[in-house]
């Protein structure tokens, strides 16, 4: 039996999609899999994400007039990666999309995702400066990727800035209040509508940090969405 080729990186990995992970969806938890709605053929999973700043750049240059221009950028890059590199397979973008889907869930399968007190998911490397940004099911046969076993960089936190730097004392005892959060961040005025001031007190992966512009894009998205659920 010939050995499953590995996922082809390099091109996704220039273009920001610098993390990826491929899953056999055999060894995947029911739980995740039954809300995939397979079809046939269907084999793998692939995540795929980005750390740090690369994929902003890449997003500014391509100039994609939509409200969504990260994830119209992910899917043609995508899109273009599977017409070079696994041109003969079957394969469906499930997120972005509607599908419900937990992304910190698989990462932390991956490896990637170990709970921070602000709840964006902290990682050793790229501290909270990564996202989840596709996850695609196809009908590919590549090798699938070892999990990255990492311990909490929250846990050896001496300090825990974020708790502090909080405002809205919305991380209090260490435990998240999405309410108290969320209210804060709908001020008039307030210090958290566009960035979030727990995140950017967090010492890890801080050379990642996202310029003011990705900041202000991505906050205003999720302020945006606590609008239409608090009015
Ligand atoms: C709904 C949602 C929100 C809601 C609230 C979350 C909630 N619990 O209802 C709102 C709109 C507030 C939100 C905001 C943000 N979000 Co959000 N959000 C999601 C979404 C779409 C679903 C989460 C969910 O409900 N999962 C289902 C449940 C069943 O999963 P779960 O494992 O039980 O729950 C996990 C999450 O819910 C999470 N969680 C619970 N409460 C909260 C609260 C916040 C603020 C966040 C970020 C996560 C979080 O922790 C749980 C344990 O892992 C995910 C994407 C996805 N499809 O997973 C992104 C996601 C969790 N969000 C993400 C991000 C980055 C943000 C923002 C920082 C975006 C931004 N730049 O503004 C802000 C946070 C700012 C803030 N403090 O308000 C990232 C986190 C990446 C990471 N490194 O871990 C995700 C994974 C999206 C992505 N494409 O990568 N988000």
Not at 133 to 145: E, G, H, K, Q, Y
Not at 160 to 180: D, V, Y
Not at 182 to 203: D, T
Request: hydrophobic content about 35%.
């Amino acid at each position: 039996m010939s050995e499953r080729p590995p996922l082809p990186t390099a091109v996704l990995a220039a273009a920001g999609l610098n993390r990826q992970h491929v899953f056999d969806l055999a060894a995947l938890p029911d739980d995740i899999v039954s809300r995939l709605e397979l079809e046939p053929g269907e084999r793998q999973l692939i995540l795929v994400g980005h750390g740090g700043r690369r994929l902003w750049e890449c997003v500014q240059a391509a100039q994609l007039p939509g409200p969504d221009p990260i994830d119209d950028y992910t899917v043609a890059t995508l899109q273009r990666w599977f017409a070079a590199h696994a041109p003969n397979q079957r394969y469906r973008i499930l997120y972005p999309g509607d599908s419900p889907i937990g992304l910190q869930a698989l990462g932390q399968l991956a490896g990637w995702h170990s709970p921070s007190p602000f709840m964006v998911g902290v990682d050793p490397e790229w501290g909270s400066w990564y996202a989840y940004r596709a996850v695609v099911v196809a009908d590919t046969d590549f090798c699938p990727s070892e999990a990255v076993h990492r311990s909490s960089p929250c846990s050896s936190c001496p300090n825990s800035p974020c708790i502090a730097a909080c405002p809205a004392k919305a991380l209090a005892g260490g435990q998240f209040n999405l309410e108290t959060c969320s209210r804060y961040r709908l001020r008039p005025e307030s210090a958290c509508a566009h960035g979030c001031l727990a995140r950017q007190a967090c010492p890890i992966g801080a050379e990642h940090r996202y310029d003011e512009a990705q900041i202000h894009h991505s906050y205003s998205r999720s302020l945006a969405v606590l609008h239409r659920y608090y009015r």
